[in-house]
C-alpha cells in the first residue's frame, strides 16, 4: 500500500523523510536517490542488486559524457578505440 506525506527542503539541500515513511530504516543506512525528470525516488540500497556501485558508476560516466556532448565537449573516435576506452573504466 502507499503512503504519501509532504515535506520541504532546507537550505543546505536537506529532505526530513516523515516518519511514518521511514519505519523499516534507521541512522547510517544507505539510500540511493534517483532523479528522473520530475520524480525524485529514494530506494534503500541494500534492496538493489550487488553490482549496485558498478550500476550508478555506469550512469554517472554516461551522464557526464551527456553532459560534455551537450557543451560541445564531445569527442570522436573509432568503435575500436571506444571499447577500448569502456575496457579501461
Do not use: C, H, Y
Not at 550500476?55 to 573516435?77: F, H, N, S, T
Request: proline share 1%; hydrophobic share 40%.
Amino acid at each position: 500500500m502507499s503512503q504519501i506525506d509532504i515535506t520541504k527542503m532546507s537550505s543546505k539541500g536537506q529532505i526530513v523523510i516523515p516518519a511514518q515513511l521511514r519505519k523499516d530504516m534507521k541512522e547510517g543506512d544507505k539510500i540511493v536517490v534517483i532523479r528522473n525528470n520530475d520524480q525524485i525516488i529514494l530506494k534503500k540500497a541494500n534492496k538493489f542488486d550487488k553490482n549496485l556501485e558498478e550500476d550508478l558508476e555506469v550512469a554517472k560516466r554516461v551522464g557526464d559524457a551527456w553532459k560534455e556532448i551537450e557543451e560541445g565537449k564531445g569527442v570522436r573516435m573509432s568503435v575500436t578505440d571506444f571499447l577500448k576506452e569502456m575496457k579501461s573504466w
